[in-house]
């Protein structure tokens, strides 16, 4: 009988000691949840910002190359030279 109560008392232990574990879970489930929820916002801001860097910087190209072609095109309809645009004519 004095086996049973031991028995009994080790369990009460083993209960209340796995009820503290599941609360301080809970509270680092919910820190772990905070945290990646910050985490998440501030890495989408950052590709955001690299996303628009790269539409930027594509249509800069795509512009300086679509001003290039139309000036290219222009010289050679008047009959010049690619080169005399470029600089490297070599006439004097």
Do not use: P, Y
Not at 48 to 59: D, E, F, L, P, Y
Not at 75 to 92: A, I, N, Q, T, Y
């Amino acid at each position: 009988m004095i086996d049973n109560l031991i028995s009994l008392e080790r369990r009460g232990e083993s209960l209340d000691a796995m009820q503290q574990s599941a609360v301080q879970l809970e509270l680092e489930a919910g820190k772990f949840k905070q945290t990646a929820k910050t985490l998440k916002k501030k890495w989408w801001w950052k590709n955001c910002k690299w996303g628009t860097a790269a539409i930027v910087t594509g249509a800069v190209v795509l512009t300086a190359a679509a001003i290039l072609f139309a000036v290219m095109s222009n010289r050679r309809k008047e009959g010049g030279h690619v080169s005399d645009m470029v600089g490297g004519g070599g006439h004097g």
